[in-house]
């Protein structure tokens, strides 16, 4: 079995260049922080506290790990509230945007029903929701609505692109070898429509993230990354916020690495790679 | 065909009992009674509250007027504990000038004539409210509505619970002095920073950071006929239908002096709203400072000590503008009628760091109660 540095040192050999500027890329953007926030404190610019070094950001990072905030709450406990509203947002938009998207794509009379509703509601703003949606299912569900409706939309106009986008001779191929209708769906609309799917949640986790931030900002049960960043801006104490925001970011990277990964998985099993 | 769909309505209830089962599962949705002396608190602005109430999402709120006044005279609040009762006499907005503001003799100038606008804009309001069959006082109130986009029925409740007053006495630093100690036991504010901004100790930093020299050379001036700062306004931050600020509202007002102008005119001033303003919280102020697009504000005392000790936001505060004017509301019927029938309960809060929250805190330490986050 290899070890680990034989691995790194395998995948640096094999792509020093992607490497390379990779972290030439990380150093000149802290670098250009570090300048700008060095910049700010030298010339004693009013708001040179709302940009700390670097440093001190990653200093609050681990803290906030290990000393509980004025709610009592550590950084796990919020990235806990966080995720479990992308979760149950994510699950209940997938739950009901696949099927949706597969029967408005594969049905005339599906479409004529669903897409004027659907048309309606695509272009408001999932944040536009969050007074409303406050008061009518509180604080506890309110702020996973918001995250469904973010990731809603890019999973059912994905889902219906793939099923129309179906080659027409893979069809009838299927077809002419005598497939039935629920295996023309298994064995050919669905292994179709996959990459698009997968596309769609990719883009929603993303789209989740930012409204869950604002979402938990107005008004949540337990705090949540979002709210973290809200409630340390309201203190001012900006590496705590920097802090919260580049937890955001991790989050993000992660929920859609995992997404990547399960993408690639499922690729395999079914078959396409 | 129908194989296909029954497959797919198959999917569709499993996929929603799962989501149920995770929503529940995942979230423990029972109430909570705790250790029967907590009470729960969530953040939330209070132009929600008065809703989430009526929805009964919370079972109270602490906030200032007007919402108040709104969900009590709407018929869905009723007020257990005024702010009063909890700290009499408590300090809430202030007048905080930027620093650089007033470096020069022609800013001092300015600054003294703003709070002689505001300490005569504060004093027409009390002396219209001592007498509400004057004209004044339905002038007051057209000035109200206006400002706070709210009704009369409302505007005439809320002024009734507040009262106006510019001096920066004793109760005003002492109170200072304890909300500034509760954040630092708190750990809001790190205790480094007392030090970092040059103070020796709290008090040293309330008495170095409330002026009120201002106040006393403002006695002394007169209306003049011309306005001293035609070219450069003073920019004014204020927040958005915050009825403890009328007085910013009253100044601005063309009707009060009846001589067609106003009393910033009437003492030489040509003020204007800065760009921002009206703001969502003083917080909001207090950034606009620190970006240096606004000269005066009318804000919250606890954004003023928090940003300038964490942020070091180069503010200096000049007077009072209102004191007390928040209370604890619960919604009508519900039969909490002391701070116990809150224990286990939900209280909407605008932040921890705004003074509303620091008087429930108060408060139910007082009873012997504690407050947690609802989670």
């Known amino acids: 079995m290899k070890s680990l540095a034989q691995f790194i040192r395998g995948t640096v050999q094999r792509n020093w260049r992607r490497v390379l500027l990779g972290a030439l890329s990380l150093v000149v953007f802290f670098g250009a922080w570090q300048t700008y926030s060095w910049y700010l404190n030298a010339n004693d610019i009013g708001y040179k506290a709302y940009f700390p070094y670097p440093g001190e950001v990653a200093e609050a990072f681990l803290d906030s790990f290990v000393t509980p905030d004025f709610s009592g709450l550590l950084m796990t406990d919020h990235i806990m509230a966080s995720l479990k509203r992308i979760f149950l947002g994510f699950t209940l938009a997938f739950a009901i945007a696949l099927p949706a998207g597969l029967l408005i794509g594969s049905y005339l009379t599906a479409e004529a029903v669903g897409m004027p509703i659907v048309e309606i509601f695509r272009p408001i703003p999932p944040l536009a929701w969050i007074p409303i949606v406050l008061i009518v299912l509180g604080h506890l569900s309110g702020p996973v609505v918001i995250v469904f409706l973010g990731i809603f939309f890019p999973v059912l106009f994905n889902v219906i692109l793939g099923v129309k986008r179906v080659d027409p001779l893979l069809l009838d191929a299927a077809k002419t070898l005598g497939a039935k209708r629920n295996h023309i769906f298994f064995k050919v609309i669905l292994p179709f429509t996959t990459p698009y799917l997968m596309t769609g949640i990719k883009v929603g986790l993303g789209i989740g993230w930012m409204c869950i931030v604002a979402a938990e900002m107005v008004g949540q ?27 955001i970011a991790i989050l993000g990277i992660l929920t859609t690495g995992v997404a990547s990964q399960v993408e690639r998985r499922l690729y395999r099993w079914m078959g396409m790679k | 065909m129908e194989k296909m769909t029954s497959i797919i309505a198959v999917v569709v209830a499993a996929a929603i009992v799962l989501a149920g089962t995770a929503l529940y599962v995942l979230y423990d949705l029972g109430d909570d009674d705790g250790d029967g002396n907590t009470v729960y608190y969530v953040v939330e602005p209070p132009s929600s509250m008065k809703g989430t109430l009526a929805a009964g999402q919370i079972d109270g709120y602490i906030a200032w007027e007007p919402f108040v006044s709104d969900s009590v005279v709407g ?48 004093d027409w309001i009390n002396a219209a409210m001592e007498n509400k069959a004057s004209p004044e006082y339905n002038l007051l109130k057209e000035i109200a509505v206006d400002f706070t986009m709210r009704n009369e029925s409302v505007v005439e409740e809320a002024l009734d619970h507040m009262t106006f007053h510019y001096a920066t006495d004793d109760d005003f630093t002492v109170a200072l002095e304890n909300f500034t100690e509760m954040y630092l036991d708190l750990g809001v504010i790190g205790e480094e920073k007392i030090a970092d901004g040059g103070y020796e100790n709290v008090t040293d930093f309330v008495d170095q950071y409330v002026n009120g020299s201002y106040l006393e050379i403002a006695q002394f001036v007169e209306p003049v006929d011309t306005i001293l700062n035609p070219d450069s306004p003073i920019r004014l931050g204020f927040l958005s239908g915050d009825l403890h600020q009328l007085a910013q509202a009253v100044a601005k007002s063309s009707e009060v002096l009846g001589n067609g102008k106003s009393i910033f005119e009437n003492y030489g001033l040509n003020v204007d709203d800065a760009i921002g303003a009206p703001f969502a919280n003083g917080g909001a102020v207090m950034d606009a400072f620190a970006g240096g697009y606004v000269d005066i504000g009318y804000l919250g005392s606890p954004p003023a000590i928090l940003k300038h000790l964490n942020a070091e936001v180069d503010t200096t505060i000049l007077a009072q503008v209102n004191i007390e004017g928040s209370a604890i509301v619960v919604k009508t019927g519900s039969g909490i009628d002391n701070l116990n029938g809150l224990v286990g309960k939900v209280v909407a809060t605008p932040g921890e760091s705004s003074i509303q929250f620091l008087l429930l805190k108060i408060v139910l330490q007082q009873e012997g109660l504690s407050l947690k986050i609802r989670t």
Request: aromatic share 14%; hydrophobic share 40%; proline share 4%.
């Open chain 1, 221 to 247: 049960y337990g705090g949540g990354v979002g709210y973290y960043i809200w409630a340390r801006t309201a203190e001012s104490n900006y590496d705590y916020v920097f802090a919260g925001i580049a937890m």
């Open chain 2, 75 to 122: 018929g869905v609040g009723t007020v257990l504990k005024w702010s009063g009762e909890i700290v009499p006499n408590h300090p809430c907005c202030v007048v905080a000038v930027h620093d650089p503001f007033i470096s020069d003799d022609e800013g001092q100038e300015l600054a003294a004539r703003f709070l002689k606008a505001h300490m005569n804009a504060t």
